[in-house]
T-cell receptor, first 115, second 117 residues
Framework: KNEVEQSPQNLTAQEGEFITINCSYS?????LHWLQQHPGGGIVSLFM???GKKKHGRLIATINIQEKHSSLHITASHPRDSAVYIC?????????????????FGTGTLLAVQP | EAQVTQNPRYLITVTGKKLTVTCSQN?????MSWYRQDPGLGLRQIYY???????DKGDVPEGYKVSRKEKRNFPLILESPSPNQTSLYFC????????????????FGPGTRLTVT
């Protein structure tokens, strides 16, 4: 089982719809990142959060640390929102040599918003 | 403009021919990483660097080398590329190395699509 699971894997929406993408993780974390990857391939950071909720324009990200779950919401979706949305967690891993903080990535959610 | 640049953006090469993918950032970031992205696997870390002359292996370092002689540059070297290194490669940087209770925003380069035949 992957340490970071996203759902759905693929999502098609009509312009204007409210969209939710979910991310569940199984490790202890210090932060969770939401990233956007456009069809051209470039990756952009949308949010980094460790508790509560953040909002930027039409995008809202929430996290529930106790439930190990985060959601990314897009309000009033637009075709330009079509992209792959990637959840990544900064894990807290203890090993023999000390603590390591690695980013663990989900496999992404492919969103297509149709006009 | 704050950015991470990678070159080349696209490269087709043959097995065994040494190549270097360059990565440069203009934000005075201490922490830099290389990732590869393969279908169904997500992004996986190859190598990372916490600062000049400090590098360490990520999850999939086999077949790759890196160096960090200057703060702004972090080249990825494939001494003898093989077809299983065909992938989309990303360089990323952040202000510093993450702590136990905090992290930093990640800045990604545009990606390098490598095909090894």
């Amino acid at each position: 089982k992957n340490e970071v699971e996203q759902s759905p894997q693929n999502l098609t929406a009509q312009e204007g719809e409210f969209i939710t993408i979910n991310c569940s993780y199984s490790v202890g974390i210090s932060a969770l990142h939401w990233l956007q990857q456009h069809p051209g391939g470039g990756i952009v950071s949308l949010f980094m959060l460790s508790s509560g909720k953040k909002k930027h324009g039409r995008l809202i990200a929430t996290i529930n640390i106790q439930e190990k779950h985060s959601s990314l919401h897009i309000t009033a979706s637009h075709p330009r929102d079509s992209a792959v949305y990637i959840c990544a967690v900064r894990s807290l891993l203890m090993n023999y040599g000390g603590a390591t903080n690695k980013l663990i990535f989900g496999t992404g959610t492919l969103l297509a918003v149709q006009p | 403009e704050a950015q991470v640049t990678q070159n080349p953006r696209y490269l087709i090469t043959v097995t065994g021919k040494k190549l270097t993918v360059t990565c440069s950032q203009n934000m005075n970031h201490e922490y830099m990483s290389w990732y590869r992205q393969d279908p169904g696997l997500g992004l996986r870390q190859i190598y990372y660097s916490m600062n000049v002359e400090v590098t360490d292996k990520g999850d999939v370092p086999e077949g790759y080398k890196v160096s960090r002689k200057e703060k702004r540059n972090f080249p990825l070297i494939l001494e003898s590329p093989s077809p299983n290194q065909t992938s989309l490669y990303f360089c990323a940087s952040s202000l510093s190395y993450p702590g136990q209770a905090f992290d930093y925003e990640q800045y990604f380069g545009p990606g390098t699509r490598l095909t090894v035949t």
